[in-house]
Each structure stands twice: as C-alpha cells, then as structure tokens.
C-alpha cells in the first residue's frame, strides 16, 4: 500500500504564503502522475494542479501565477507553493497520486487526508 501525507497548512493572513507538502511512502513501484486538489466548505473538490512523471506541469487558470507545483523525486514528495493566498483560497487541501504499488499491479489511485488552509482577510 501507499501512503500519502500532507503538511504544511495553517492559519494565515490575505496576501501570505504557503508550501503545502505530500510525502509519499509504502510500497512504491513506480509513479505516474500527482496532483493536488482542494475542498472548500460547501463545494466540490477541484483540480489545481498536478504533474507528470516526467515533470510537466499544470496549474488551473484560476491559480495560475500564484499556484507553482513541483516535486523531489529522490525523497518521493510534491509541494505546492501558494503564493499572494485570498480568503477564497481557503480549502482543505488533498494530494493524490497515482502509483504502481508492486511491478504484478495495476496503478492506481491514492489520496491524502488533507491538510486545511485558513486565509484571513
């Protein structure tokens, strides 16, 4: 199995930043994709970013210049940096990625527990 856990969220004031973290452990054979989503009270879970194994990235156009996604393949861990946060960046904010556990299975996708990020105005 893959674990998947997020760090790096708190409370912080409008035009702050953050680097959320997603460190990936267990049974890791191979790794394809990664992204991070978020949930905001009420809403459904979106899309803001995600990248390749190869490392080709995209962030959605609502974040985008504000939004970087990266990763360190050594340590199997992805970041987001958020950069100028707004109130309405408040979310819980998941990882998920999509891994082959062992070279007799099929990928598959596996998800954080979230790390929740507050912005005050």
């Known amino acids: 199995q893959v674990q998947l856990v997020e760090s790096g969220g708190g409370l912080v004031q409008a035009g702050g930043s953050l680097r959320l973290s997603c460190a990936a452990s267990?049974?890791?054979?191979?790794?394809?994709?990664m992204g991070w989503y978020r949930q905001a009270p009420g809403k459904q879970r979106e899309l803001v970013a995600f990248?390749?194994?190869?490392?080709?990235?995209n962030v959605v156009d609502s974040v985008k210049g504000r939004f970087t996604i990266s990763k360190d393949n050594a340590k199997n861990t992805m970041y987001l940096q958020i950069n100028n946060l707004k109130p309405e960046d408040t979310a819980v904010y998941y990882c998920?990625?999509?891994?082959?556990?062992?070279?007799?299975?099929?990928?598959?996708?596996?998800w954080g527990q979230g790390t929740q990020v507050t912005v005050s105005s």
């Open positions: 998920k990625g999509n891994f082959q556990a062992t070279r007799w299975t099929s990928f598959r996708d596996y």
């Open positions: 990248i390749t194994s190869s490392g080709s990235t």
């Open positions: 267990g049974s890791i054979f191979s790794i394809n994709s």
